[in-house]
Nanobody, 126 residues
Framework: QVQLVESGGQLVQAGGSLSLSCAASGRPFSSDVMGWFRQAPGKEREFVAAINWSGGRKSYADSVKGRFTISRDNVKNTVSLQMNTLKPEDTAVYYC???????????????????WGQGTQVTVSS
């Protein structure tokens, strides 16, 4: 059974930092593009960051560029999202996702990802 399980979400003050983790199991993910998305109340799910299989290529949404860092550990089957200088507008449920299609680019649209976690809540207070 394929599972992506996010953890690390919590309430944090604006300007603070938080690290999210996603543990993958059930199939090999070391060749897949892994991504983070988020969804705020009343809004559509949006792309946050993606990383290729080796970790050598990364992409970020403009809204988080310079503040968030995505990384992965293929031995531990984990993907992380380090979030710094958090803002109230970063408040959302954060989802980890896997793109298993093998396409040679970092997907940024949610329909391109086949597997999803259940999400973890991040709340940034002002």
């Amino acid at each position: 059974q394929v599972q992506l399980v996010e953890s690390g979400g919590q309430l944090v003050q604006a300007g603070g930092s938080l690290s999210l983790s996603c543990a993958a199991s059930g199939r090999p993910f070391s060749s897949d593009v892994m991504g983070w998305f988020r969804q705020a109340p009343g809004k559509e799910r949006e792309f946050v960051a993606a990383i290729n299989w080796s970790g050598g290529r990364k992409s970020y949404a403009d809204s988080v560029k310079g503040r968030f860092t995505i990384s992965r550990d293929n031995v531990k089957n984990t993907v992380s999202l380090q979030m710094n200088t958090l803002k109230p507008e970063d408040t959302a449920v954060y989802y980890c996702a896997a793109d298993t299609s093998g396409v040679p680019y970092l997907a940024s649209r949610s329909y391109e990802y086949e597997y999803w976690g259940q999400g973890t809540q991040v709340t940034v207070s002002s």
